[in-house]
């Protein structure tokens, strides 16, 4: 489980369930949790900046926030069991 802040202000934005080893490119809305699933763009609740676009990841049909490069930060945080 990652815990997912945002670069700018370190406001946390989300905890992610990542799929697979390599960078952080996307995040699918199915895998987040603690975020209100829209189809708005990804944006900082504090600071209020842009973090990601939503699309959809064409591949699997599955919605998805394609990720700013250097827009987030993600620390590893234990999962509750």
Same mark, same amino acid.
């Given at each position: 489980?990652?815990?997912?802040? =945002?670069?700018? &202000?370190n406001?946390a934005i989300c905890h992610?369930?990542?799929d697979g080893?390599?960078?952080l490119?996307r995040m699918?809305?199915?895998?987040m949790?603690?975020?209100?699933l829209t189809?708005?763009?990804?944006? =900082?609740?504090? &600071?209020k900046?842009?973090l990601g676009?939503y699309?959809?990841?064409?591949?699997?049909?599955?919605?998805?926030?394609?990720l700013f490069?250097?827009?987030?930060n993600?620390?590893?945080v234990?999962?509750a069991?």
């Amino acid at each position: 489980m990652l815990s997912i802040t =945002c670069a700018e &202000c370190n406001a946390a934005i989300c905890h992610y369930q990542k799929d697979g080893p390599g960078m952080l490119r996307r995040m699918y809305l199915d895998r987040m949790n603690t975020h209100n699933l829209t189809t708005n763009d990804l944006m =900082c609740p504090n &600071c209020k900046r842009l973090l990601g676009s939503y699309m959809i990841y064409e591949k699997e049909n599955r919605p998805a926030y394609r990720l700013f490069v250097g827009s987030v930060n993600k620390a590893i945080v234990k999962a509750a069991k």
